[in-house]
């Protein structure tokens, strides 16, 4: 394995600015088991850039949309290569995240009809105010 080769000199400041992170970001992912807490060498834990691949995968897969939860399972998914869980992950997320976005589009629809009655003068009042006091 090649982590043990890895060299481990990064301190947890060092790791979480690596990781683009807080300090307490990197606390509460290894309180969840994200990320592996490594023994004290000298008082002092130290990590190494596997330790940053994974902070950076975690992060990414947020970005993505992805809970904590699943990115824990995504996780495991990648020591065990279960790739068709991984793609059912991935497809339920897609399917959310298209769920949301027509949610948006109907919202942004609505609020374009009010922005536009509201030029034009329509109406007694504002259409949107109007239509927030409901």
């Known amino acids: ?14 790791l979480a600015t690596a990781g683009g992170v807080g300090v307490e970001t990197v606390r509460y992912y290894q309180r969840r088991g994200l990320l592996a ?27 993505a949309g992805f809970t904590l939860s699943e990115i824990g399972e995504l996780l495991e998914l990648d020591a065990g290569e279960d790739r068709a869980r991984a793609h059912a992950l991935a497809q339920a997320r897609i399917a959310a995240i298209d769920a949301e976005v027509a949610k948006l589009t109907a919202a942004r629809g609505a609020l374009e009809k009010l922005a536009r009655r509201c030029a034009a003068g329509e109406g007694e009042g504002c259409p949107i105010l109007g239509a927030f006091e409901r």
């Open 1 to 14: 394995m090649v982590r043990s080769q890895e060299v481990f000199d990064m301190t947890i400041g060092a």
């Open 37 to 63: 807490e490594p023994a004290r060498a000298g008082g002092v834990r130290r990590y190494g850039e596997g330790d940053v691949r994974r902070l950076r995968f975690i992060r990414a897969a947020q970005e």
